[in-house]
């Protein structure tokens, strides 16, 4: 495992409140990733980070933010939830050579969120 | 818009058989091709890559089949077994300088019967 702990692992709110989801690892991995998993889309990305503080949109940002201060820490915020963001989130990081070289991302256990 | 797109969405095959899952992309830039496999509630994981100048790439029981021109590239699980029902990935890496990001097809559910 490569040490990825994603928090809360399920939450219930409702629309309109802000909810942000943690991503924490242990492997000093360059590169985190989140992902959102709907039936019917597979896995699609939203934000991306290439470093501390290094960031940048995936192809379904709109409503969603993150934040990385530290290698360890990316936080995906829904800064006004809807109903359209059910769904569950994965996050993924990334060691430089091992992904350059292969594509290889290792996924936490995904987080599953629910909007009212 | 849709980069990678991956067939069937779900696929059934009998214990033995050979499990057969087909992607195609329309990103030229994409220069690794791997492919995940995802069980029930878990996370996905890579299960075998290939790079654009290869046709094939094998190992073990599965094998990626690449045809560049066309394209397309495809999985194929020979001997499938009834651990290998899980959710397949395909996806194509595109890298611009120090940045790296998958795009992903949207999966395909397979269920081998014993």
């Known amino acids: 495992d490569a040490g990825i702990t994603q928090s809360p692992r399920h939450k219930v709110t409702e629309t309109g409140t802000p909810v942000t989801l943690r991503c924490h690892q242990t492997e000093n991995h360059r590169y985190m990733y989140w992902y959102r998993q709907d039936p019917g889309h597979g896995l699609r990305l939203i934000h991306y980070s290439y470093g501390v503080k290094d960031t940048d949109k995936g192809e379904v940002s709109d409503g969603y933010s993150v934040s990385r201060s530290k290698t360890e820490d990316f936080l995906l915020t829904l800064e006004s939830a809807t109903s359209s963001q059910t769904s569950v989130y994965f996050c993924?990081?990334?060691?430089?050579?091992?992904?350059?070289?292969?594509?290889?991302?290792?996924f936490g256990e995904g987080s599953r969120l629910t909007v009212l | 818009q849709q980069q990678v797109k991956q067939s069937p969405q779900s696929l059934i095959v009998q214990k033995g058989g050979i499990s057969i899952i087909n992607c195609a992309y329309e990103?030229?830039?994409?220069?690794?091709f791997p492919w995940y496999q995802q069980f029930p509630g878990k996370g996905p994981a890579l299960l075998i890559a290939?790079?654009?100048?290869?046709s094939e790439k094998k190992e073990g029981r599965f094998t990626i089949s690449f045809n560049k021109s066309a394209k397309q590239f495809s999985l194929h699980i020979m001997d499938s077994q009834p651990g290998d029902s899980a959710t397949y990935f395909c996806a194509g890496k595109w890298s611009g300088g120090s940045n790296y990001k998958l795009t992903f097809g949207k999966g395909t559910l397979l269920t081998v019967n014993p």
């Open positions: 290939i790079r654009p100048d290869v």
């Open positions: 990103n030229t830039a994409f220069d690794y």
């Open positions: 993924a990081t990334g060691r430089r050579d091992s992904f350059s070289n292969t594509g290889e991302l290792f």
